[in-house]
């Protein structure tokens, strides 16, 4: 079944090693829009400050003719806007004109650096400084001067076409937004030596979105069509014109002071205790396009604490990585793509903790990430301390060779050793392939990929391998997709999360998304359905859950309203204890179906609430699930948002409720400075936990941040009165300078 087509799928992937790979700086088609860049006379000067009034400027043709995504796909854009381009040796200017006819509507909430813009109007625009259709550059603005970025992935089965953006990428550049008469305009400055380039290169892939939000529309420069897009670099026009562009020396040092405070009573260690300490990221650029970054005494003072969650599953929940010197370049270590997070076999936040779960000491790192030629290259090296615990020492290497103008064959290597006398080093080694095109049946988006992995060799109990293949059709109105994986009992990634093992998964889904001409508020409905078919390795069934989506109806201004029936049925394999003393038997099979109605109203109201019931069924009982979540913006830079997630399980074992709620209140008094609380306490641990994290952004690259973290336990009293006692506090500051060279 899965391993006859898997092989072939893998042979093939194996022979395309060997095809040569097709140039990527092509001339642009004729129907491929282009936009001159500029280059700034000698002792031409611009200022960022938001307002186009440089001589420079006067004389530069602007990119225009912006066409709806939505809401009425391949209409002119209601508003105008203009984006012109100037550039030096060193840096690449921006100034946008973004008219409006109503500019005392124009929408600016956000200010802080690298926060969603769903509440404000916003301009974003892509850069691929390669030219290969593949990655590339997001950055996004918005009224207030608030500025994000991230790196833009190849696009996968999952993202509707699109390219995916990794917002945790934080680059140094300059941006000023200001208010006019006529609507609000723009500069940015984005200094060279912050991309990857291919410094032979006279032209680079480029596009601009423009988002109205009090309108909800979507308006781009190219790519308009639903299955293309912003972040879609292969549907990209061209800004041409550059020559003699330099990074510099490409090396940038970034040395770092941390200082904290910090007592544990209600775990044992009730005295203050303090440290300080330095450290340095350096990062080289070896070519234009192959950046080495090393890490000395490597401290994460500043990462934000991770969202609460009840889990009343049987298996681990996944949390994301948000420490930034996994975070950057971590693009380049993706591992078979279209398998999304069932097969992970390299997760960066096992780097930092033993088998145990307990923190390590991060003594240092290197990692080199890129393009040699026709291949991306990722390689990571750590090594961690410990206080009373050995060390460890990571090691990761990932290459993919470009194929055609959007696939890829790659290799994957990882190994975990332990510095303790006797412990064995453990392996995991794959192959994947990716091939894609957005040609199928002249402008379809097709996509197909396998994956093969062994983490333990023959010796394994059941095997110790992970395999798979997908297809993939994401287009408009109709999505499609295939995927069947296998991972065997045995398999165990050294460095990789893995939820469930020793089974066999088949994954059919259909989507349904048409447009609605004409109606005064729906915009669109969504139909689908998500088949989850789940079986050991002997073929017996162990899951059954088919997620239909009944209807979803989208509103013009952005709201969403749902209704979801899941019948499912599964086969226990093992004891489940679900809550304390409630265990549901190992050999138990259950029937059930579950029902959802879920609504969201629109971000861009002051108050937004998205209120959620599940219930029906579950296991040998009933559930009933509840969530609300309410967003209030009072005025611009101020925020709180409130979520509560209530469970009532009554089941023939025992009933229990769990309930968690999360409480963030951010105030952004600029776009340089920021402070966000967050609070958050559930029912299962007994536990409060409180974060406020500040930061002053003295200029991009230079940051100071102040993080207090406070912990409490829920006790009971003899008197059975409820109080809080506190199990841990830190506060900890970190300031961080960037040298250029």
Do not use: C
């Amino acid at each position: 079944m899965i391993i006859p087509t898997f092989g072939a799928v893998l042979l093939l992937a194996i022979a395309l090693l060997f095809v040569p790979s097709p140039a990527s700086a092509q001339p642009p088609a004729a129907d491929v829009r282009t936009v001159a860049a500029e280059r700034l006379a000698p002792g031409e000067a611009v200022r960022i400050d938001g307002i186009r009034d440089e001589p420079a400027w006067q004389r530069v043709a602007p990119a225009t003719g912006f066409l709806q995504r939505e809401p009425v796909n391949g209409a002119p854009a209601s508003e105008r806007t203009d984006v012109r381009l100037l550039y030096d040796d060193h840096r690449l200017l921006l100034a946008i004109d973004l008219h409006d006819s109503a500019p005392d509507a124009v929408l600016s909430n956000q200010m802080q650096r690298d926060e969603e813009f769903d509440t404000d109007d916003s301009f974003a625009w892509s850069i691929d400084t390669f030219l290969d259709g593949r990655t590339g550059y997001y950055f996004e603005i918005n009224p207030a001067g608030a500025m994000a970025d991230g790196l833009i992935l190849s696009p996968g089965s999952g993202n509707g076409g699109d390219g995916s953006v990794n917002r945790s990428w934080d680059g140094i550049w300059i941006a000023r937004a200001r208010r006019t008469g006529t609507g609000w305009a723009a500069e940015v400055e984005i200094p060279f030596r912050t991309l990857n380039f291919d410094p032979a290169l006279t032209q680079w892939g480029v596009n601009f979105r423009r988002t109205v939000r009090r309108k909800n529309e979507e308006s781009i420069w190219t790519g308009h069509a639903l299955n293309q897009g912003l972040t879609r670099m292969v549907n990209a026009g061209r800004v041409v014109g550059f020559r003699g562009l330099s990074q510099g020396l490409g090396l940038d040092l970034v040395p770092y002071g941390v200082a904290n405070v910090s007592s544990a009573p209600g775990r044992g260690r009730p005295d203050p205790t303090g440290g300080r300490g330095a450290g340095l990221d350096a990062f080289y650029n070896i070519t234009p396009a192959l950046r080495l970054n090393f890490s000395l005494n490597t401290d994460f003072a500043e990462t934000e604490v991770d969202e609460r969650r009840v889990n009343l599953t049987r298996f681990p929940l996944f949390f994301p990585e948000k420490r930034a010197f996994f975070l950057e370049g971590s693009s380049y270590f993706d591992f078979g793509r279209g398998s999304g997070d069932a097969v992970m076999p390299f997760f960066s936040r096992r780097i930092g903790r033993d088998d145990r779960g307990e923190p390590q000491r991060i003594d240092a790192g290197a990692k080199l990430t890129g393009r040699a030629g026709a291949f991306d290259v990722g390689l990571l090296q750590v090594r961690t301390g410990g206080d009373d615990r050995v060390g460890e020492d990571f090691s990761v290497l990932r290459v993919r060779r470009r194929l055609f103008q959007q696939s890829y064959v790659g290799a994957l290597y990882t190994r975990r050793s332990s510095r303790a006398p006797g412990d064995v080093d453990r392996h995991t080694v794959g192959l994947d392939v990716g091939l894609q095109t957005s040609t199928f049946r002249g402008d379809k988006n097709l996509d197909v990929n396998a994956f093969f992995l062994d983490t333990g060799g023959p010796d394994a109990p059941g095997g110790g391998a992970g395999f798979g293949a997908s297809v993939a059709y994401p287009n408009d109105p109709w999505t499609a997709s295939f995927s069947a994986l296998e991972l065997q009992a045995g398999y165990s990634p050294a460095l990789g999360f893995v939820e469930r093992r020793g089974f066999r998964r088949f994954n059919p889904e259909l989507e349904w998304a048409p447009r609605v001409a004409d109606h005064p508020w729906i915009r669109g409905l969504e139909l689908s359905l998500d088949w989850d078919v789940q079986n050991d390795t002997r073929n017996r069934a162990l899951t059954r859950e088919m997620e239909l989506t009944v209807l979803q109806v989208n509103a013009h201004d952005g709201g969403r309203y749902q209704f979801v029936v899941t019948p499912q049925y599964e086969r226990l394999e093992e004891d489940f204890e679900i809550s304390d003393g409630v265990v549901l038997p190992a050999g138990a099979e259950y029937r059930f179906t579950r029902y959802q109605i879920e609504a969201e109203t629109s971000d861009s109201r002051p108050v937004s609430i998205a209120p959620q019931v599940t219930w029906g069924e579950f296991f040998s009982g009933r559930r009933r699930d509840y969530a609300l979540q309410i967003g209030v913006r009072p005025r611009r830079g101020v925020s709180f948002a409130v979520e509560a997630e209530r469970s009532v399980l009554d089941l023939a074992e025992g009933s229990f409720t769990a309930d968690v709620v999360r409480l963030a209140a951010n105030t952004q008094f600029s776009p340089w400075i920021s402070l966000a609380n967050n609070v958050q306490y559930d029912t299962v641990s007994g536990e409060l936990g409180w974060q406020a994290r500040f930061r002053w952004i003295r200029r991009p690259g230079n940051d100071l941040f102040v993080v207090y973290t406070h912990n409490w336990r829920e006790l009971m009293t003899p008197g059975q009165r409820r109080r809080l006692s506190t199990l841990d506090n830190r506060l900890a500051t970190k300031l961080v300078y960037t040298l250029r060279f």
